[in-house]
């Protein structure tokens, strides 16, 4: 079955709001306006029921079916937040913001949800109920934790819950799926070095900051190429170097930061031993001190078996089996859609999103001809997963 003819019919209005949206956007935690217009627009659709503040200021709206003797719910995601970038495209429906643009798409997820709620209020043409997900922060900020510690999933009786996301490169009209690992976890470190500050023509007298990370930086890197099983995946990666404040001194201190991804817990664990072990090491052989903060960010995402096989078959409906790839490389990203995973069964799919620019490029914009097929597979979905 192809897209959906009610969807197509509404691309125009549904591309509307997503460029409002654009327009408009906030950060994460701060989406007051997003969550409004998308609470205003999910009334105004006649859903049973929407519930503001869920994590703070995500929003979820219930539509029950014509029957609701199967008891199941199945919950549909989209994130909302924007990213703090300044944008380039020069789009009529640019940022108004300075400093702030929807740089990931999640515009246009907002609004292919929207749209498929939009048709679902009005068939209902399934057994049980769609709880319709808009969630706030996903850029960093843990806004799935946050929907999930407060009572997402039991308040709503969610049994399944499926995500998606757009993907710049892949074709227009094509999807991409996989069982287990789709999305890396991401964990975050900083590294304090104290050593000795000097004059810089006499080093002897100190303990250089700047050597030490440097050699840290180095054997970094050794972890993955080491350490890891060559058929497995990590990323460690250095991306800022603070220290010293003039030509001619040696400084006391010095900063290292960056990430740390991986797919699986037991890595995870491993890297995260390896990084302690060698900025410590490397510390105290130069006789400086360091202080390591090593902090766990969004685990791995991590999709059910069934349910992305599932995805894929609705995806397939909407594009033929042709133009989806059941069996997609993961991607080192991640997604705090894994909260949301870890909480119940479900499946992330990406979507194509034609030749455009990468997501988080200043230039990025959600390609609107994605619309009719993002919403197409939200619809059939609910409609597959619980039939009337």
Not at 127 to 141: H, K, L, N, S
Not at 161 to 183: C, K, S, T
Request: proline fraction near 5%; include cysteine.
């Amino acid at each position: 079955m192809p897209i959906v003819n009610r969807i197509a019919a509404l691309q125009d209005e549904i591309a509307g709001w997503r460029r409002d949206l654009h327009a408009h956007p906030e950060l994460g935690f701060e989406e007051h306006r997003t969550a409004a217009a998308v609470a205003e627009k999910l009334r105004a659709f006649g859903c049973d029921e929407v519930a503001t503040g869920i994590g703070r200021t995500g929003v979820v709206g219930v539509i029950r079916g014509r029957r609701t003797g199967s008891g199941k719910a199945v919950g549909l995601r989209a994130d909302m937040d924007a990213l703090p970038i300044q944008e380039i495209t020069g789009l009529p429906h640019a940022s108004t913001t300075a400093g702030k643009m929807h740089a990931c798409g999640h515009d246009g997820h907002t609004a292919m949800l929207l749209g498929a709620a939009k048709y679902l209020a009005e068939t209902r043409n399934f057994d049980g109920t769609a709880v319709i997900i808009f969630q706030p922060a996903e850029e960093g900020g843990g806004g799935g934790l946050e929907m999930v510690k407060g009572g997402l999933m039991d308040r709503f009786g969610i049994s399944e819950v499926y995500g998606m996301h757009n993907w710049p490169g892949m074709p227009l009209g094509a999807f991409a799926v996989r069982p287990g690992p789709i999305l890396a976890s991401a964990d975050r470190m900083s590294i304090v070095i104290e050593g000795r500050g000097s004059h810089a023509a006499k080093p002897h007298q100190g303990i250089d900051p700047i050597v030490i990370g440097a050699q840290m930086v180095n054997a970094l890197q050794s972890i993955v190429s080491r350490n890891v099983d060559p058929l497995a995946s990590a990323v460690i990666s250095i991306t800022q170097f603070h220290a010293g404040t003039a030509d001619n001194i040696i400084p006391q201190t010095a900063e290292l930061r960056g990430t740390v991804r991986t797919l699986t817990p037991e890595l995870r664990d491993l890297m995260e031993q390896r990084v302690r072990a060698i900025v410590e090491g490397t510390a105290r052989q130069h006789g400086a001190s360091v202080k390591l903060t090593y902090t766990r960010g969004y685990p791995v995402t991590v999709n059910h078996a069934e349910q992305a096989a599932f995805a894929a078959g609705i995806a397939s409906e909407i594009v033929g089996e042709e133009h989806v790839r059941t069996n997609v490389p993961p991607v080192m990203g991640a997604e705090d859609f894994s909260y949301m995973l870890e909480a119940r069964p479900g499946a992330f799919i990406f979507i194509g999103n034609g030749d455009t620019a990468n997501l988080h490029h200043p230039a990025y914009d959600f390609n609107d001809e994605a619309i009719p097929f993002g919403a197409s597979y939200w619809v059939r979905l609910v409609e597959r997963a619980m039939p009337a």
